[in-house]
């Protein structure tokens, strides 16, 4: 911007030579594009720098000279500024002059006379192109950071389980070529026993990698505990740990992905019991719990097995990251879990000490829960009409 004060005239006023400078010029001199529209929508007055980026505008709508479009926007900020009168701010994207893509950060300011008469708005526009794009490179460098880390942790699960395979031929192997029937069979059990290691390291790869929109319908939280409860309940009788359920009563129903809800319960509850079985205490239980506070539904897991030190709490919800050897754990339980919660608006927290146990908590807020897809509606019509 230029204010040209170098040749004051005799007796002037500094002050007064600025408000002069400001009245007359900076509506040509801010690096801002300000143009003022008229209920048709057509550019009635512009600035320099609006023209310096869009173009001539005499007799032209703002939908073509912002947007190069025949016809008004869907999702109008302009009508509906001149709709309720109120300020909006927004993002958009647009084509200037030389028809290259541009984002922009556009203020709608309601122009009214004293009659409340709204004739006029005024779009402020900021060019954010040079942000964005570092936004992009930034994500996408992000993204590619994160993909080589899935990829060199997938890399070693898969080659943790070909180990295992290898194994399991071996002992298979010399058992048939020593005609030694027992260490057949201890082969085959070790193929066995790795076979199913890789169908489940790949349904929670694949769990984890989904990129899917929940399948909202709706559904009653205890009862999806109860059904997570029914499966681990024989598993935790046999390694001796007391499972527990404290479900509140008539908890309301809720829009949720039940398949999801119930990936994560059970990846809560096996998590509980792993950290039980390692724990040498003689009373090891496991609760798992709903309730409703103020609002916010919660699923809380319990148990008193061995906790976590700060290290593996540093980690936790890293990818791959396991405790448990790549013979069992996989690191993607957590990782999953907060995937599927936070795609339902919530959070996961927890709280551990080293031989004391854990608690982790899976908390909803009700009125930030997703709304139902259509295909999902007619269900609902079925479970509220049955
Ligand atoms: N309830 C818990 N008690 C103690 N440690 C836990 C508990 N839940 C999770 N962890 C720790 O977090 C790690 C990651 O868990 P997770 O993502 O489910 O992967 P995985 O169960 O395959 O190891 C576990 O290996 C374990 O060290
Ligand atoms: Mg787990």
Not at 36 to 56: K, L
Not at 142 to 169: D, W, Y
Not at 201 to 212: D, P, S, T, W, Y
Request: aromatic share 8%; glycine share 8%; with cysteine.
């Amino acid at each position: 911007m230029t204010w040209d004060h170098t040749a004051p005239r005799e007796n002037s006023n500094p002050m007064e030579d600025l408000r002069k400078w400001i009245r007359q010029e900076l509506w040509d001199q801010v690096p801002v594009s300000i143009s003022v529209i008229d209920r048709s929508f057509h550019i009635i007055e512009a600035n320099r720098c609006f023209v310096n980026t869009y173009g001539e505008w005499r007799k032209r709508p703002c939908y073509e000279i912002y947007k190069g479009r025949a016809e008004r926007c869907e999702n109008c900020a302009a009508a509906e500024t001149f709709e309720d009168g109120q300020v909006r701010i927004r993002e958009e994207t647009g084509i200037v002059r030389d028809g290259l893509q541009t984002y922009y950060l556009v203020h709608m300011l309601p122009l009214v006379r004293p009659s409340g008469e709204l004739p006029y708005i005024i779009e402020m526009s900021t060019d954010i192109t040079a942000y964005k794009v570092l936004e992009k490179e930034k994500l996408e460098a992000e993204r590619l950071a994160a993909v080589g880390q899935t990829v060199a942790g997938l890399a070693h699960g898969i080659k943790n389980l070909l180990m295992g395979l290898e194994g399991g031929i071996y002992v298979f192997r010399s058992g048939m070529q020593q005609a030694d029937s027992e260490r057949m069979v201890k082969g085959w059990a070790m193929l066995d026993e790795n076979i199913a290691r890789i169908s489940t390291f790949v349904k929670e790869f694949l769990e984890f990698a989904k990129g899917r929109v929940p399948k909202v319908h709706l559904v009653s939280p205890n009862q999806i505990a109860q059904q997570v409860f029914d499966l681990f309940e024989h598993k935790a009788e046999l390694a001796g740990i007391s499972l527990r359920s404290d479900f509140q009563p008539n908890l309301p129903y809720a829009l949720m992905d039940e398949d999801g809800i119930h990936t994560c319960l059970v990846n809560l509850v096996s998590n509980a019991l792993d950290a039980c079985e390692i724990s040498d205490k003689s009373d090891r239980s496991v609760v798992l719990s709903t309730g409703d506070e103020d609002g916010v539904l919660v699923f809380k897991v319990s148990d008193n097995g061995t906790g976590m030190d700060y290290e593996v709490k540093k980690h936790v919800f890293t990818n791959f990251f396991t405790t448990k050897g790549s013979d069992k754990g996989t690191g993607l339980g957590l990782l999953t879990t907060k995937k599927i919660v936070q795609e339902h608006g919530g959070r996961v927290s927890y709280e551990s000490a080293e031989g004391e146990g854990s608690v982790f908590r899976l908390q909803f807020p009700r009125d930030r829960l997703p709304h139902l897809g259509e295909e999902a509606k007619s269900d609902v019509f079925c479970v509220t009409g049955g």
